[in-house]
Nanobody, 121 residues
């Protein structure tokens, strides 16, 4: 089983910045896609950004130009640099990854436990 652990959440004023980190561990053979999702109170979980094994990225329209996703393949890690934060960015941010694990190269899809980001106005 693959474990994903996020860190870096916290409280920041509008206009500020935070950097989220997520590290994957376990019997990982390869990680295909890594994403950041978020879920605000009373709302559905939404995709924020994703990055492929080859480094291609995609972003939700609401964060384009403000957030940057990156990954360190050797460290099985993904990061989310969040700049110009707005109160509407307040949410629990979740790391998600898929790929293959174990001696049988089984497919996995796992989530982290989430990290809270609060942006005050």
């Amino acid at each position: 089983q693959v474990q994903l652990v996020e860190s870096g959440g916290g409280m920041v004023q509008a206009g500020g910045s935070l950097r989220l980190s997520c590290v994957a561990s376990g019997s990982i053979f390869t990680i295909n896609l890594m994403n950041w999702y978020r879920q605000a109170p009373g709302k559905q979980r939404e995709l924020v950004a994703d990055i492929t094994n080859g480094g291609s990225t995609d972003y939700a329209d609401s964060v384009k130009g403000r957030f940057t996703i990156s990954r360190d393949r050797g460290a099985n890690s993904v990061y989310l640099q969040m700049n110009s934060l707005k109160p509407e960015d307040t949410a629990v941010y979740y790391c998600h990854a898929n790929g293959r694990e174990g001696k049988n190269y089984e497919w996995f899809e796992d989530w982290g436990q989430g990290t809270l980001v609060t942006v005050s106005s």
